[in-house]
């Protein structure tokens, strides 16, 4: 696939990922006042105990869904080689499938009422929420090798748009629980129909796209499985932490506090990852076209710079957003007894922007085959996340927040040093246009704490003009390359409509 090519596919795909995102945030904003309400403190937080289940869960893929758009990225010729390793991948998810309905009707109810310490009062629903996870979970792990074949063909923008669909389909499924069922069970229901959606959305579109796609028989190949987990075993160290992380604070924090706190926590957290994916949609594809560019470095460059600058662009004022407005904002969202998320938002924010700041090396070493690395830092990560908020807990929720930072930050620290150590020739950015970009959120940051809140309007607008104005002067966003991806698909469709018409007449 020639450069021109792929930077087309990641700047559209980029587009849907970002209609997607920017859809989910005001569907979670709308939706989570109104789920927290119908449903209380206490049941809420029960409910939020999906994402752990889910997050438990996800330990279960061994790298593979990541091992396979690898692979096929890498084999995109090849289609019998490509069919051999969709098989093995396929087998494996529905004998982990069946071992995950196993595992539950075993320990399902001990998790729940030993582990999360859920009341005797609401057993049945925490019983469900399990239940109904586990099942939207198969479903969606079931269609992880299809996504897995459009996305290593660097069909991104298909694969966004099922994923923009899906919302659509939560979201109007949750609206009809709400008006019919407002109780777990009818929320339940409604979250296990989008998982089915996503699932025959993802298998309609690369069976369509891939004709030549053939499931073989019911025998697992140990050969391709133990290709996929050379690769994928880092990958899946990485995938554990990764995933332990959000359940294992949410463990700790009912533990330490309460279900309310378990609820306010789940907020912060979800806004923050809401708000880091619109600004990290530009990344989505780094991952696989750094697979498909491994060999051809200074391509591989050339597609990274105007990402990374797209995504450290809008990464800086969402941030200063946050740290301006979190509270006052928290208080007309959400009801005056739930604004202590407002309390926790900033540190937090900041966290996730640290971490994202630095993801684009961080898949470029991945996506290059040094899959050790990312279970490695990860791991150091998660334990020095763990470790400091057990330390602090006792003083206040708002010691979570702190903790994330603190790892966060290593992380990216060790990105940009594996980074320099790998690619000691990989420039994505000048001196000058660093000066630019951290210079003016520096300047605003630091003056946050002299300007009263009634004029921080005034001053995140004026910050946000030179700010934009220092990324087009730089060229940091340039302009003309955007401009050029956004008409080269019009170009093409008209040039297909002409072919089109020419040979109806």
Known sequence: MDLSTLQAKLFHGSLAGLARVVL??????????????????????????????????NLTDFGLKNSLTYLVA?????????????????????ALSSLLLIGTAVWGQEVMCTVLKVPDRYRDEA????????????????????QALVE?????????????????????????????SPTIYGLGVAGLIGNIFIFLAFYWTARRRFPHLALGHGVIDGVQLRHMFRFGLGIQVASICIALREPLYKVLVARSFDLASV???????????????????????????AALLAA????????????????LGGLLPATMAVLSFAQPLMYFWLAPEDVEVGAILPVMCVAFAVYYATEALYRTIEGTGQSGYSAVVQTVVLAVQIGT???FSSHHLSSASWSILVGYALFSLSNLWMFRAYFPSGHLLTYTQWLSLLGPSC???????????????????????????????????????LWHQLTRKRTAARSALLVVGRRAE
């Open 263 to 289: 609820a306010t926590f789940d907020i912060a957290f979800r806004l923050c990852t809401q708000l880091m994916s619109v600004i990290t949609t530009p990344l989505l594809g780094v991952f696989g076209a």
């Open 152 to 180: 290593g063909h660097q069909e991104l923008a298909k694969s966004q748009m099922i994923s923009l669909a899906w919302v659509l389909v939560h979201f109007v499924a949750s609206l009809g629980a709400l008006a019919v």
């Open 443 to 481: 300047l605003y940051g630091v003056s946050l704490a002299l300007i009263p809140i009634e004029a921080r309007p005034i001053a995140f607008g004026m910050y946000l003009i030179l700010h934009t104005g220092m990324l087009l002067t730089t060229r940091i966003v340039d302009v003309r390359l």
């Open 127 to 146: 019983m469900f929420v399990l239940w109904i996870t586990v099942g939207g979970f198969v479903w969606r792990l079931l269609s992880l090798p299809y």
């Open 24 to 57: 989910a945030v005001p569907v979670y904003c709308i939706l989570t006042p109104l789920v927290l309400r119908t449903l209380g403190p206490e049941q809420f937080g029960i409910w939020s105990f999906s994402t752990i289940v889910i997050s438990l869960m």
């Open 74 to 94: 890498k084999h995109a010729d090849r289609p019998d080689e490509i069919n051999r390793y969709f098989s093995t991948t396929m087998w494996m998810y529905l």
């Open 296 to 311: 051809r470095r200074e391509d591989l460059w050339n597609v990274l710079r105007p990402l990374v600058g797209m995504t």
């Open 389 to 391: 908020f057990w330390l």
